[in-house]
Nanobody
Framework: QVQLVESGGGLVWTGGSLRLSCTAS????????MGWYRQAPGKQRELVAS???????RYADSAKGRFAISRDNAKNTVYLQMNSLKPEDTAVYYC??????????????WGQGTQVTVSS
């Protein structure tokens, strides 16, 4: 079974940047779509961004223009660069992976979560 280990969360000021990393425990040959969900208190879980093995990316409207997802298949690692952060971005961010074409269809693996806090 694939295990996902996240890092890179923390506390930043409004307008700052963070880069999240997620590394799979083994080769990602069986994984197609990888990305991040986020869960903020009192809000529904949101799929923020995803990227396929071939590099096709998708973003939530709230992330477009500010976040960039990338993937290094050789390192079994996916990254989420978050710029121009807002307090509304404060949430626990969960790395996730799917065998299928899109995380939003079915998520097969979950990371442990990492807290991102944006202070105003």
């Amino acid at each position: 079974q694939v295990q996902l280990v996240e890092s890179g969360g923390g506390l930043v000021w409004t307008g700052g940047s963070l880069r999240l990393s997620c590394t799979a425990s083994r080769s990602t040959f069986s994984i197609n779509d990888m990305g991040w969900y986020r869960q903020a208190p009192g809000k529904q879980r949101e799929l923020v961004a995803s990227i396929t093995r071939g590099g096709v990316t998708r973003y939530a409207d709230s992330a477009k223009g500010r976040f960039a997802i990338s993937r290094d298949n050789a390192k079994n690692t996916v990254y989420l660069q978050m710029n121009s952060l807002k307090p509304e971005d404060t949430a626990v961010y969960y790395c996730a992976a799917a065998r299928g074409i899109w995380l939003g269809g079915q998520t097969n693996y979950w990371g442990q979560g990492t807290q991102v806090t944006v202070s105003s």
